[in-house]
């Protein structure tokens, strides 16, 4: 296995992964495949640019996709000093096997290495007790717990919000 920052060269295998990660578990996410299966390449491919302060991680097994992670950092100057993790997902068959680890260890050491950001933030499903454990692991601590944060097929799923400290300030 192999993680490494993904760029537009990669949008077309990006976009088929996310697509198949919103099909297999679209609790897991804000956005639904209806509202991302038309999403243009060049967009995709503006999303996987990379820039020094935020980025996506792809885990590969020879050359296949079988893992993302990204860094986003807000842009207002007010809340610039805080990161997010987004879009965290490893195919089924790859889990359990370190992945989710390696690629949030990649996203918060290019926060780290960035020393305007103080912290980073997150959301995820409060039934996902696998995810919750790893976030926890990194010292990620909960904050806020959202009662019926996503609406999927009419089923409402509560979601937590986290953060770790990266400084004091």
Do not use: C
Not at 7 to 34: I, K
Not at 75 to 96: C, D, F, Q, T
């Amino acid at each position: 296995m192999h993680i490494r920052r993904l760029t537009p060269a990669d949008a077309s295998a990006f976009q088929d992964f996310r697509l198949a990660a919103l099909q297999d578990a679209p609790t897991a996410f804000g956005s639904s495949y209806e509202e991302e299966r038309d999403i243009p390449a060049s967009v995709v491919e503006g999303r996987l640019a990379i820039k020094s302060d935020r980025g996506p991680f792809g885990a590969f097994e020879d050359s296949q996709l079988v893992g993302f992670v990204a860094l986003g950092r807000e842009n207002l100057k007010n809340l610039s000093h805080k990161a997010l993790i987004w879009g965290m997902y490893v195919k089924p068959e790859y889990r359990a096997k370190g992945i989710a680890k390696a690629l949030l260890q990649e996203a918060i050491s290019l926060a780290r290495s960035v020393p305007d950001i103080h912290q980073v933030n997150l959301s995820v499903n409060a039934s996902n007790a696998a995810a919750i454990g790893l976030y926890e692991s990194f010292g990620f601590k909960m904050f806020g717990h959202e009662q019926g944060a996503l609406r999927i097929d009419g089923e409402f799923h509560d979601e937590l919000f986290m953060s770790l400290r990266l400084t004091d300030a």
